[in-house]
């Protein structure tokens, strides 16, 4: 949460400085966003384990709202770069999809989906992605020793095995 405060608070900054420009010089803003080529993108992104345009693209995806899409690559790029932030960007395609907070999001669903999305999240945080212990936190409360994230992919095989 902390993290979308703080990817808001830098667009408004960076909005604030185009305001400052000569009142004579016109800006013209332009939107050559296209899902196609954003695809296509992204998955040699994922291809050649590039994290920098991956990162840009996913970030893309996220503020023009192809939340699916989103989700599918960070999955992608988990699974086969063990990329720490999309791990995360999965956690946060299950968590925030609802308007409710992340952790009555959690509880109200299946448990193989909460553990699906509590194993990401953690395995995130694992793997480097420190911003996770914000989430961690609202989910587990402060605590001092972090589940392992094992622990829910073995709940989750356990579930699957039922």
């Known amino acids: ?27 013209i803003i332009t939107d050559n966003f296209s899902i196609e080529e954003s695809r296509r993108k992204i998955e040699k992104a994922i291809d050649f384990n590039d994290t920098l ?3 840009q693209i996913a970030s893309d995806l996220n503020l023009k709202h192809f939340y699916s899409d989103l989700f599918y690559y960070s999955l992608q790029m988990a699974n086969r770069n063990n990329y720490p932030d999309a791990y995360f960007n999965v956690y946060i395609g299950f968590a925030y999809s609802t308007s409710k907070s992340p952790k009555e999001t959690l509880l109200l669903m299946d448990n193989k989906s909460k553990n699906f999305a509590i194993y990401h999240l953690l ?7 420190k911003n996770a212990i914000y989430n961690i936190d609202e989910i587990f409360g402060k605590i001092k020793d972090i589940p392992a994230s094992n622990k829910y992919l ?3 095989v356990d579930e699957y095995k039922k």
């Open 123 to 129: 395995k995130s945080y694992e793997l480097g992605y």
């Open 1 to 27: 949460m902390k993290q979308v405060l703080i990817f808001f608070s830098f667009l408004l900054f960076a909005q604030c400085k185009n305001i400052h420009q000569k009142p004579d010089v016109p800006i």
């Open 154 to 156: 073995d709940i989750l």
């Open 53 to 55: 345009s991956y990162s």
